[in-house]
């Protein structure tokens, strides 16, 4: 199986463990509406510190969102 891109568990982070969730669009899903890329940085380093937490293949598929293509469901 493909391993996980690093924003793709940032991804996850931000919409369902992170309190406040951050909903905006990440530059790497090219939506019109994106984070620049110093803000995704930004997350980034708030997602190191906050130990890096991964999601796994099961668990997006579980969510029923693909984060190259779709918003979050809610």
């Known amino acids: 199986m493909l391993e996980i891109p690093e924003w793709v568990h940032v991804w996850a982070w931000l919409r369902f463990v992170r309190d ?6 990440l530059p790497q899903q090219e939506v019109a509406e994106a984070m620049s890329m110093a803000r995704f940085f930004d ?4 997602w190191k510190r906050h130990g890096s937490p991964r999601i796994t293949h099961q668990q997006i598929q579980a ?7 779709e918003a979050p469901p809610f």
């Open 63 to 69: 969510l029923g969102v693909n984060p190259l293509y």
């Open 43 to 46: 997350y980034l380093s708030e």
């Open 20 to 25: 406040p969730k951050v909903m905006d669009g």
